[in-house]
């Protein structure tokens, strides 16, 4: 039986074609094949957000999601978000509010942050608190972190 597939996807605007186990999940191939070590395996069950990204513009656990799954979707990780706008102000209003310490979570938090944003230009404390749920923090407690959020939606859409 043939256990891999050939599976062609796009990885931050860059077609790319990978030979993969039909097991192989988008956070070891983004780590362990392409290099593209900005998602974070935290958990790996799921729980943490830190695998966060984006797949044809929706927030996704990288550690839940299979590779053979995403043929013909385009994947985008925080290595590829350096010239999206509201990823720039995200990462400008995280350090200014210091919503972040030791920065393990803080590529999911950023893309699950411009997710929410894709949904909900000006979200409230609440809306932030309840689309953001999903992105463990051990060191900042979210305060900073939604007041990060909220600024930079405030920046973009004044
Ligand atoms: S590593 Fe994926 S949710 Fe924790
Ligand atoms: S900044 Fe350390 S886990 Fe969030």
Do not use: W
Not at 38 to 45: D, I, S, V
Not at 109 to 135: F, K, T
């Amino acid at each position: 039986m043939n256990d891999t597939l050939e599976v062609r996807i796009t990885v931050n605007d860059s077609p790319i074609v990978l030979e993969v186990p039909l097991t192989e999940t988008l956070l070891t191939s983004l780590r362990d094949r392409l290099q593209l070590t900005g998602a974070k395996r935290g958990c790996n069950q799921g729980v943490c957000g830190a695998c966060t990204v984006m797949v044809d513009g929706m927030a996704v656990r990288a550690c839940l999601s299979l590779t053979a799954n995403c043929e013909g979707q385009s994947v985008l990780t925080i290595e590829g978000a350096g010239a999206d706008p509201a990823i720039a102000a995200l990462q400008d209003a995280f350090i200014e509010a210091a919503a972040l310490q030791c920065g393990f979570c803080t590529p999911g938090q950023l893309i699950a942050a411009r997710a929410l944003l894709a949904q909900n230009s000006r979200p409230s404390i609440e809306d932030v608190q309840q689309g953001m749920s999903g992105n463990l923090c051990r060191c900042t407690g979210y305060n900073r972190i939604i007041d990060a959020v909220r600024k930079a939606a405030q920046r973009l859409h004044p």
